[in-house]
T-cell receptor, first 114, second 109 residues
Framework: SQTIHQWPATLVQPVGSPLSLECTVE??????LYWYRQAAGRGLQLLFY??????ISSEVPQNLSASRPQDRQFILSSKKLLLSDSGFYLC?????????????FGEGSRLTVL | SQELEQSPQSLIVQEGKNLTINCTSS?????LYWYKQKYGEGLIFLMM?????EEKSHEKITAKLDEKKQQSSLHITASQPSHAGIYLC?????????FGQGTILTVHP
């Protein structure tokens, strides 16, 4: 079965510092991968998605970037964090063999920028 | 503006009570998904609805999609503390899975 690992689970960073959130997927190969951000009181916002190694699509202009160096690894980064980058970041991939909208989510990484 | 509107934003009920959460769109929905999220955790897929008038149940949770495929409701019968969490609807809008803002459910024992 699929497993998504996100690391770190919790992060507190000062404004202007760099960021790296990692997502690794097990139990599937060549998955589409997604980064979502969930701000307090709001739904999930799709930030990036990737259909393969080195292929990244950005949904919204932002201070963040994403990379996919390996088939099952998806990284969210920033060179200089802003206060507005605070939120709960979720990595997801389609549940294997299921409909497109049925996603399997990781446990999330909570980022607080001070 | 939000493409998917959920109501209410939060809900507090006594254990054993029934409740309904709504998800509304101004556009026809081709695929409506309900997820549950415990605070600070990832989302768990509950159900998917695709056809107008479709209704699905899982244990004490029932979800319906109206005939026009613009509104869905999630109904919990005889709520339990284990039902507490954030319920999010998601829909395929413009080729992407778009989510509502979520409904926070608290169930008091």
């Amino acid at each position: 079965s699929q497993t998504i690992h996100q690391w770190p689970a919790t992060l507190v960073q000062p404004v202007g510092s760099p960021l790296s959130l990692e997502c690794t997927v097990e139990g599937t190969s060549n998955p589409n991968l997604y980064w979502y951000r969930q701000a307090a009181g709001r739904g999930l916002q799709l930030l990036f998605y990737s259909v393969g190694i080195g292929q990244i699509s950005s949904e919204v202009p932002q201070n963040l970037s994403a990379s996919r160096p390996q088939d099952r690894q998806f990284i969210l980064s920033s060179k200089k964090l802003l206060l507005s980058d605070s939120g709960f970041y979720l990595c997801a991939c389609p549940s294997r063999g299921r409909a497109t909208g049925e996603l399997f989510f990781g446990e999330g990484s909570r980022l607080t920028v001070l | 503006s939000q493409e998917l509107e959920q109501s209410p934003q939060s809900l507090i009920v006594q254990e054993g009570k029934n409740l309904t959460i709504n998800c509304t769109s101004s556009k026809t929905l081709y695929g409506l998904y309900w997820y549950k999220q415990k605070y600070g955790e990832g989302l768990i897929f509950l159900m998917m609805l695709q056809k107008g008038g479709e209704e699905k149940s899982h244990e004490k949770i029932t979800a319906k999609l109206d005939e026009k495929k613009q509104q869905s409701s999630l109904h919990i019968t005889a709520s339990q503390p284990s039902h507490a969490g954030i319920y999010l609807c998601g829909a395929d809008i413009g080729g992407e899975l778009t989510f509502g803002q979520g409904t926070i459910l608290t169930v008091h024992p």
